[in-house]
């Protein structure tokens, strides 16, 4: 008996001492473990650090070629500025790039000498034209103008005329912003009835030639001792007559009155065909003063606005504008024009409209008026 609780108590004495070295072994290997996460953590923490100071080593890197670059760019103006200018490409010239006076003058001289055919006529061959240094200064001007304004117009071309010491019995001029090739713009002249009959008419015999900024005048005359006529602008389909690579000629105005009457009357008095439709003769015209100023005040409107139109800028008709310059009418009629520069040039004009024709044909008026303000012309037509 003894010797078994004896033999117990050695074997719960030895299953302690293996108990208490097997959890010490336990601790060892757990702090072994630790002491292994630890330095993992560790080194992690230490490769954070390294990437982190990597990255800001990279970061300096770009600011400071960044600063290098601004640095260039901020510099460069004063390079630019010492460079010179590049021409822009429609030279402030007389003449398209590459075209001289002699090619010029040739191309125009070409359709003369071997005739041409415009707007369904055809044209003899005529004469060339010489060219005229007082008439290229003249159209100069009118380009320089039209350049200026940055739209066409046909401007005072009897006093660029005269300002260039051109003395002048007859003179036409074309104008046109289609192209700053001549070539082009010839062709473009050619196409047009009016114009082309300018270039073609065989009493002219001396031209000039201008170009600024794309803006093209052409002054085609008869100086003073030689024939004298009279050629039309090509009226616009709108029922307006407008400048556009159009024809006008030049003369003093001296007489608006007494110069519209007679152009007016004359073409009422002999009759004349407009748009395929023959007119018979009618009666003379009267002159209106109230009609007169309702022309002024609508030509003065259309100056003041560059607008071209039946429309005054406040919306009113022609009925309004009559009434209000006191006429009491039964009927009455309106033409309006831009760009002619005498009272001849804008009635041909008005007369080559089938529409503009027929108001100035009309036996329903027995009264007419007149303006011009600027390159703006209008004509009142009334009864009462």
């Known amino acids: 008996m003894l ?46 650090k390294e990437k982190k100071e990597s990255s800001k080593k990279k970061t300096a890197r770009k600011k400071s070629s960044s600063s290098t670059t601004k640095n260039v760019t901020t510099s460069a103006p004063r390079t630019t500025t010492t460079t010179v200018p590049k021409p822009t490409s429609r030279p402030p010239t007389s003449s398209s790039a590459g ?7 040739a191309q125009i001289n070409r359709l003369r000498t071997n005739g041409c055919t415009c707007g369904g006529k055809r044209y003899s061959p005529v004469p060339p034209l010489r060219w005229s240094s007082k008439l290229a200064t003249a159209a100069r001007t009118n380009a320089s103008q039209m350049a200026s304004n940055k739209r066409l117009g046909h401007g005072d071309i009897g006093g660029n005329m ?10 036409a001029q074309n104008i046109s912003d289609h192209s700053t090739r001549f070539p082009e713009v010839v062709g473009n002249w050619q196409r047009s009835k009016m114009n082309c009959k300018d270039i073609m008419k065989a009493s002219f015999k001396e031209i000039g030639i201008a170009q600024v900024n794309g803006y093209w005048a052409q002054v085609l005359a008869t100086p003073r001792g030689g024939s004298s006529g009279s050629v ?15 024809g006008s000629h030049a ?7 007494g110069d519209m009457l007679r152009e007016v009357n004359a073409i009422r008095s002999a009759g004349c065909t407009c748009g395929g439709v023959r007119y018979s003769p009618v009666p003379p015209l009267r002159w209106s003063s109230a009609l007169a100023t309702s022309s002024k005040a ?7 606005t560059g607008r071209l139109s039946h429309t005054g800028s406040n919306g009113s008709k022609i009925g309004t504008r009559v009434t209000q310059a006191g006429y009491n009418w039964k009927a009455v009629a309106e033409n ?25 044909m009309s036996k329903d008026f027995t009264e007419i008026g007149a303006a011009k303000v600027g390159e703006y012309w209008v004509q009142n037509f009334g009864d009462r």
């Open 3 to 48: 010797n078994r609780y004896f033999f117990l108590t050695i074997v719960i004495f030895l299953l302690g001492i293996l108990l208490v070295s097997s959890c010490k072994s336990d601790k060892k290997s757990t702090a072994k473990v630790d002491q292994k996460v630890a330095v993992e953590k560790k080194e992690e923490v230490t490769k954070k």
């Open 99 to 105: 075209s001289s006076q002699q090619s010029l003058l």
């Open 162 to 171: 005269k300002r260039a010491g051109y003395q002048f019995a007859d003179a």
């Open 232 to 246: 039309a602008t090509r009226p616009s389909s709108s029922g307006t007559s407008r400048p556009s690579s159009s």
């Open 251 to 257: 003369g003093p105005i001296t007489n608006l009155r």
């Open 298 to 304: 609508h030509a003065t409107d259309m100056s003041r």
């Open 336 to 360: 309006v024009s831009q760009g002619r520069p005498t009272v001849r040039a804008a009635v041909a004009s008005w007369k080559a409209s089938s529409s503009h024709c027929k108001n100035m």
